[in-house]
Every structure is written in structure tokens, then in C-alpha cells.
């Protein structure tokens, strides 16, 4: 189930919401209850342990020790 990020263009609020694959809905506004609202564009926050770094590198293990194998 994706969660969406949302900006009310009433009140400026941002939200996020769960979302069902059949459930397209439009949202309201938890603070002002309006549905004037525009989905965001949002990077995923998913990062597994391995995966290539921003600097092109891998990360090691969180303690500092040396990787299995290596």
C-alpha cells in the first residue's frame, strides 16, 4: 500500500496518506477538511543495508567492522 504525500492549496498544510490500490479518492485536508489538495511529488526513504551510496561507494557495517569475505 503506497503512502502519498499531499498540499493543501487552501491552508498550506502537508500530509501524508495510506492509500488502497482501489481506493483513487480524493483527500481532505486533516486540519482545515477541505479537498482542494494536489498529490506531491516524493522521494522513497527506502534504504537496505548494501546499496550504493549518493557518492557512488557501498556502505560498510554499522558497527565499523570489516565486511564478510573481504
Known sequence: MPIFEFKCKDCNHQFEELFLSSDDSVSLC???GKG????LMSAGSF??????????????P????SMPGG
Open 30 to 32: 486533516p486540519k482545515c
Open 47 to 60: 534504504r537496505a543495508e548494501g546499496i550504493p551510496t549518493g557518492s557512488g561507494g557501498f556502505d560498510g
Open 36 to 39: 482542494n489538495v494536489e498529490k
Open 62 to 65: 554499522a558497527c565499523g567492522g
